[in-house]
C-alpha cells in the first residue's frame, strides 16, 4: 500500500522496536496513527507527500508490528511521554535532528507530548480530530461519554477488556471504526484487513488497553504538571477537525488548543468525520503541503 517506501524495524529501547515504512525525499515528516489502526492510515497521502517529503509513516509502541511490551504499574511504558521518546528514538536512527510532526487521534496525543518534552525536535506540528487529554476528561459529559464509551471500556482493569477484544478482533475493528459518521464506506479493504490482522497479534489487545490506561492515569499527571508548571507548546500547530465528528460537537478544538499553546494555532473543520486521513484525504494534503514548509 506504499509503494516505493521502504519497510524499516528500528530498535528504540531494550526489547521494543518501533514498525513503519519511510520513502521520499526533502525535509523529514513524522506520521503518527491513531485507534485502532495502523501506520496504514497513511496510504492515501504518502504517494503524494512523499515528492515533498521524507516520509516516515510508524506505528506507535502497542500497535501494529512494533512491540507490544506488557504493561508496568502506573502504565508507565505506555505513557505518551514513553511512547513519544519512542518516535524520537526512530528518528535519530534515520539521522533527523529535527522534523515536521503530524498525529491522528491517538498519535496526536503522543505528537502533543512530543512536542511539549522535545521541542527542539519539532519543526512544526499538525494535530488530527483531537482536543488535548486533559481538557477532554475534564469536560466528560454524557454525550461525550456515550460517543466515545471505548475510553472508558478500555481503562477497565485487565484482563477484562483484552478478553472480549481477543474473542473477536476483526469485529472490534470494524464495529469501532464503522459506527462512525461514514461507516465502513470510506476505508480500503485492504487497510480493514491490515488494521485486523495486526489486532489479533499475541498482546496488541493488551497494548491498546495499556495505551487508555495510561492516558487515564500518568498521562494525567504529566499534563495537570505541565498546566501547574506553566509549560506550553511553543511550535507552530495547525488543528484539523471533522466538522461531522465528536470534536465538532463537544469542544471548541482551537479555543482548547490555544489555551496550551503560546505559539501561532490555527486550523479548520474538514467536511468528514473522526477518520482524516481516509475521509479526507485531499484535505489533509492541502494543510500538510500548505503548513509544513
Known amino acids: 500500500m506504499f509503494p516505493g517506501f521502504e519497510h524499516a524495524t528500528i530498535e528504540v529501547a531494550a526489547n521494543v522496536s518501533i514498525t513503519g515504512?519511510?520513502?521520499?525525499?526533502?525535509?523529514?515528516?513524522?506520521?503518527?496513527?491513531?485507534?485502532?489502526?495502523?501506520?496504514?492510515?497513511?496510504?492515501?497521502l504518502a504517494p503524494a507527500l512523499a515528492e515533498h517529503y521524507t516520509v516516515v509513516a510508524t506505528d506507535?509502541?502497542?500497535?501494529?508490528?512494533?512491540?507490544?511490551?506488557?504493561?508496568?504499574?502506573?502504565?508507565?511504558?505506555?505513557?505518551?511521554?514513553?511512547m513519544a521518546a519512542d518516535q524520537v528514538a526512530v528518528m535519530d536512527k534515520l539521522g533527523f535532528d529535527s522534523f515536521f510532526l503530524c498525529g491522528h487521534d491517538r498519535g496526536g496525543r503522543v505528537?502533543?507530548?512530543?512536542?511539549?518534552?522535545?521541542?527542539?525536535?519539532?519543526?512544526?506540528?499538525?494535530?488530527l480530530d483531537?482536543?488535548?487529554?486533559?481538557?477532554?476528561?475534564?469536560?466528560?459529559?454524557?454525550?461525550?461519554?456515550?460517543?466515545?464509551?471505548?475510553?472508558?471500556?478500555?481503562?477497565?482493569p485487565a484482563p477484562l477488556p483484552e478478553s472480549w477484544i481477543e474473542a473477536a478482533p476483526a469485529e472490534y475493528v470494524t464495529r469501532i471504526m464503522g459506527s462512525r459518521h461514514a461507516g465502513l464506506?470510506?476505508?480500503?479493504?485492504?487497510?480493514?484487513?491490515?488494521?485486523?490482522?495486526c489486532l489479533a497479534l499475541p498482546g496488541a489487545a493488551h497494548g491498546l488497553c495499556e495505551d487508555y490506561r495510561a492516558a487515564r492515569g500518568i498521562d494525567l499527571e504529566h499534563d495537570r504538571a505541565d498546566r501547574t508548571a506553566g509549560r506550553h507548546l511553543t511550535r507552530p500547530l495547525r488543528v484539523l477537525w471533522g466538522a461531522h465528528g465528536v470534536i465538532e460537537r463537544c469542544f471548541d478544538a482551537l479555543a482548547e488548543w490555544r489555551a496550551v499553546s503560546v505559539a501561532e494555532v490555527d486550523g479548520e473543520a474538514l467536511p468528514c468525520g473522526h477518520y482524516l486521513p481516509e475521509e479526507a484525504p485531499a484535505g489533509v494534503l492541502r494543510h500538510l503541503i500548505d503548513f509544513m514548509r
Open 60 to 82: 506507535l509502541r502497542g500497535y501494529g508490528d512494533a512491540s507490544k511490551p506488557p504493561g508496568e504499574p502506573q502504565h508507565a511504558n505506555y505513557s505518551k511521554r514513553r
Open 130 to 156: 483531537i482536543a488535548p487529554t486533559l481538557a477532554m476528561y475534564e469536560a466528560t459529559d454524557l454525550t461525550f461519554a456515550t460517543a466515545y464509551w471505548h475510553w472508558f471500556f478500555l481503562i477497565q
Open 21 to 44: 515504512v519511510i520513502g521520499g525525499s526533502g525535509p523529514p515528516l513524522l506520521l503518527l496513527h491513531g485507534h485502532p489502526q495502523t501506520h496504514v492510515i497513511w496510504h492515501r
Open 185 to 197: 464506506a470510506p476505508f480500503d479493504p485492504a487497510a480493514i484487513a491490515e488494521y485486523q490482522r
Open 111 to 127: 505528537a502533543h507530548r512530543l512536542a511539549l518534552d522535545h521541542p527542539e525536535r519539532v519543526r512544526k506540528l499538525m494535530v
